[in-house]
């Protein structure tokens, strides 16, 4: 039940109340500079086309399995925080991820603070889920091809699933974590009318025409119905020139009787020789489940230099 748990709770987790570090959570929105004046339904674009290209984008995707065909250098910044969002533990990873020999090579491997329990594991399961998750993505199977249903018994599979489809499919239910499988669903004729959804053109990076998708949910709703909807917005940046997806902001938050969370996350992609791949992922957030301590952490993952 905590594993299950923990896949949900991965991507979820800053409080309303707490601290935004803005330098840890430059997320897609702020590096978009929206046109002030466009008609783009002359385009013949509509919502029904953003939505159908959210939910049936496999590109995104494919941009994290390509990435490992490439060389480069990450950056891993890791930060944990105590209940007066006070840093307490920092984590610092440099690596070079190479083809040719294929290795991962520790350029810079730096931990202060309250990282590790004694007995060698994180303190935070968050931490570990990162861990599980974009280190893995360096030299595993999660951004290569993998079959949508796990062998029976296959728990670590199972759990990688499921985290693929809240990360990489927004809008589809998520099947096997309680009371919220189905609340990731927005797009159903059932949740709209729950949410608001636009789109406005921009550019991206300084150089690139963009379309940005919104989801937001809408003003005026009951305290009650708002506290429901575990996606509160969720924004989807489209290149103008090929309707490829660069960008994807998700803010959730959910609260029940077993577990509470609340999320910012964001990913962006870049041109690389005219390749798209992975450029940023940031992350910060709060959860907290019944006997076991509030968790407070934040990412910072760069890609850089691909080859």
């Known amino acids: 039940m905590k ?34 004046n466009v008609n783009i339904v002359a385009q013949k674009l509509s919502v029904e086309t953003f939505i159908k290209a ?25 930060y944990t925080y105590d209940k ?68 029976k018994g296959d728990s670590n599979e199972s759990y990688k699933s499921k985290l693929k489809t809240l990360i990489f499919n927004p809008g589809r239910p998520v099947k096997g974590i309680p009371f919220i499988g189905s609340k990731t669903e927005i797009f159903t004729a059932n949740m709209r009318q729950y949410y608001d959804y636009s789109f406005q053109s921009g550019t991206y990076l300084d150089s690139i025409p963009v379309y940005r998708f ?8 009951s305290n009650w119905t708002k506290d429901g909807l575990m996606i509160k917005e969720l924004v989807t940046i489209f290149d103008k020139r090929n309707f ?39 992350y910060q957030g709060n959860w907290n489940i019944p006997f076991k301590k509030e968790e407070r952490a934040s990412f910072l993952i760069l890609h850089k230099d691909y080859q």
């Open 244 to 282: 490829a997806i660069l960008g994807r902001y998700v803010d959730m938050k959910y609260s029940n009787m077993l577990f509470d969370f609340d999320v910012q996350m964001n990913i962006e992609m870049s041109y690389f020789a005219e390749e798209k791949l992975p450029s940023k992922i940031t």
């Open 3 to 36: 594993r299950i748990l923990l896949v949900a709770l991965f991507l979820c987790g800053l409080d309303v109340s707490a601290q935004q570090i803005e330098r840890f959570n430059p997320d897609t929105i702020k590096t978009i500079t929206l046109d002030s």
């Open 54 to 78: 959210v939910t049936t984008d496999t590109t995104f995707y494919a941009a994290f399995r390509r990435m490992k065909a490439h060389s480069f250098i990450a950056e891993n910044r890791i």
């Open 214 to 221: 919104r989801v937001l949910v809408k003003d005026g709703l």
């Open 84 to 151: 007066k969002n006070k840093v307490n533990g920092k984590i610092y990873r440099k690596i070079r991820h190479t083809v040719r020999p294929a290795k991962i090579e520790y350029l810079v491997k730096q931990d202060t603070g309250k990282v590790f329990k004694k007995n060698g594991k994180y303190q935070l399961y968050t931490v570990e889920m990162f861990d599980y998750i974009f280190m893995n993505a360096y030299q595993s199977d999660f951004v290569s091809d993998a079959p949508s249903a796990s062998p």
